[in-house]
């Protein structure tokens, strides 16, 4: 069994996705409820597999102030995700960037608590679903170290059934990072389909159209965050410079 580490943020406008917030018709306040909504998407993709659910929430101490608790804002956004008869397992990351707070996890699970494999998963990959999260385990029986990229060098996904060098390895292109501090270890490397991972305007560009074309065409889209860019109108339409978002109606609330 892989167990699936979610790294999960709570969802406060300007520490979540402010990126976005910079290059979309989306405000903070927008980018913090889309990251809800994919957050969503993701702990239940994630729990519907085949593979045990692991929540890692940011620190109070990294997050921004706030009169709730880090850990409190995930635990509700998790709670509403989940069905009444799933539970999910909560810990804090520990670490003083990404690539160590990853590494920390995964040495942890192979290490300590004798896990088959581990992956570590962003919050921000509405399109990861059970199947290939599943697949991915399939290919962990194989090969070490599976890697899901994104656009721009990014990935979706990376599982271990052994640990790398952490320090850096999410140094960008990461996909690349990744697999050369695989090889450098001696282990074999698998990759899953390219997905997309959401942190800029760029990024919605791919996805709002997949999600559309998916819906029309009555394929599976991920709920929460489909249904949110729906309320919003969010299409991509031809602009001066190219594809650009719009929006087509404003959402009443």
Do not use: C
């Not at 519907?48 to 009169?67: I, M, T």
């Not at 919050?123 to 679903?129: E, H, K, N, S």
């Not at 559309?212 to 065409?217: H, K, P």
Request: charged share 25%.
């Amino acid at each position: 069994m892989t167990v699936i580490a979610v790294f999960a943020d709570p969802p406060r406008p300007g520490l979540v996705l402010p990126e976005l917030a910079e290059s979309s018709p989306l405000s903070e306040e927008e980018a913090a409820d889309l990251y809800a909504a994919m957050l969503k998407d993701t702990v239940r993709a994630a729990e519907r597999s085949g593979g045990e659910l692991l929540v890692n929430y940011r620190d109070e101490e990294s997050a921004d102030a706030s009169d709730r608790s880090a850990e409190a804002e995930v635990r509700a956004l998790v709670t509403d995700a989940l069905s009444d008869h799933d539970e999910a397992r909560f810990e804090v990351q520990v670490g003083s960037t990404f690539a160590a707070r990853a590494g920390n996890t995964v040495s942890h699970l192979l290490g300590e608590e004798d896990a088959q494999s581990a992956a570590v998963v962003p919050g921000t990959a509405p399109m990861l679903t059970r199947k290939e999260i599943d697949s991915a385990a399939m290919k962990l029986r194989r090969n070490e170290v599976v890697l899901g990229p994104s656009e721009r060098g990014r990935v979706h996904f990376a599982g271990f059934t052994d640990t790398i060098d952490f320090e850096g390895a999410y140094a960008s292109p990461a996909v690349e990072t990744l697999t050369d501090r695989a090889v450098d270890a001696g282990h074999e490397v698998g990759f899953l389909p390219t997905e997309t991972r959401v942190a800029t305007g760029t990024d919605l560009l791919s996805l709002v159209p997949e999600l559309n074309a998916r819906a029309a065409a009555g394929r599976i889209v991920p709920e929460h965050t489909a249904t949110l860019l729906r309320e919003w109108g969010l299409r991509v339409a031809d602009g001066d410079a190219g594809p650009e978002l719009v929006r087509t109606q404003t959402d009443s609330s």
